[in-house]
């Protein structure tokens, strides 16, 4: 089956800085690659999404890339702000999704 | 109330008891998911049911039991558990079961305690 490994586990950055998180996946047939956001105590909450058919997709700080070669896609936040501060988690889905194991970003003022 | 819904919020039981967790989804989707949460596995799916038939079964233990009613209700029911199953259980649903589409939108969850 998939298997999503997520790297770094925890990231700290100093505010306006960007971030960068990582994953690859094993299973070349996953076309769907979502991002999702968990405050602390709350839901998680997709933030971003990309298919398979498309190398890079961007919304305001936020940008994902895949590359399907490498089997890699990462997530891009620039100009970082406290509130960016949060749990991160990759998936990769063909019919169910397989979540890596989370990114801690704490972003410092 | 809009969206993906669980009840209770908190729930502390003994190894002995036997309760339900409940899901309630309002966004028309055709597939729900289970989800348990803890700091050695942050996202671990349980069980996937895509028009109210069972899809997934995780290998997860029988003392968790899912039930499906209807494509807007999601119940987990437990019996017999163990301290090592106290977690956040999350309910989650989507349009589509897999690939494109697949889109979750999850509940806030339901911390559990078992003592």
């Known amino acids: 089956g998939e298997n999503v490994e997520q790297h770094p586990s925890t990231l700290s950055v100093q505010e306006g800085d960007s971030a960068v998180i990582k994953c690859t996946y094993s299973d070349s047939a996953s076309n769907y690659f979502p991002w999702y956001k968990q405050e602390l105590g709350k839901r998680p909450q997709l933030i971003i999404d990309?298919?398979?058919?498309?190398g890079e997709k961007k919304d305001q700080r936020i940008a994902v890339t895949l590359n399907k070669t490498a089997k890699h896609f990462s997530l891009h936040i620039t100009e970082t702000q406290p509130e960016d501060s949060a749990v991160y988690f990759c998936?990769?889905?063909?019919?169910?999704?397989?979540f890596g194991k989370g990114t801690k970003l704490t972003v410092n003022p | 109330e809009t969206g993906v819904t669980q009840t209770p919020r908190h729930l502390v039981m003994g190894m002995t008891n036997k309760k339900s967790l409940k899901c309630e989804q309002h966004l028309g989707h055709n597939a729900m998911y289970w989800y348990k949460q803890s700091a050695k596995k942050p996202l671990e799916l349980m069980f996937v049911y895509s028009l109210e038939e069972r899809v997934e079964n995780n290998s997860v233990p029988s003392r968790f039991s899912p039930e499906c009613p209807n494509s807007s209700h999601l119940f987990l029911h437990l019996h017999t558990l163990q301290p090592e199953d106290s977690a956040l259980y999350l309910c989650a649903s989507s349009r589509l079961a897999g690939g494109f589409g697949n889109e979750q939108f999850f509940g806030p969850g339901t911390r559990l305690t078992v003592l």
């Open positions: 990309i298919r398979s058919n498309v």
């Open positions: 998936a990769a889905s063909i019919e169910k999704l397989v």
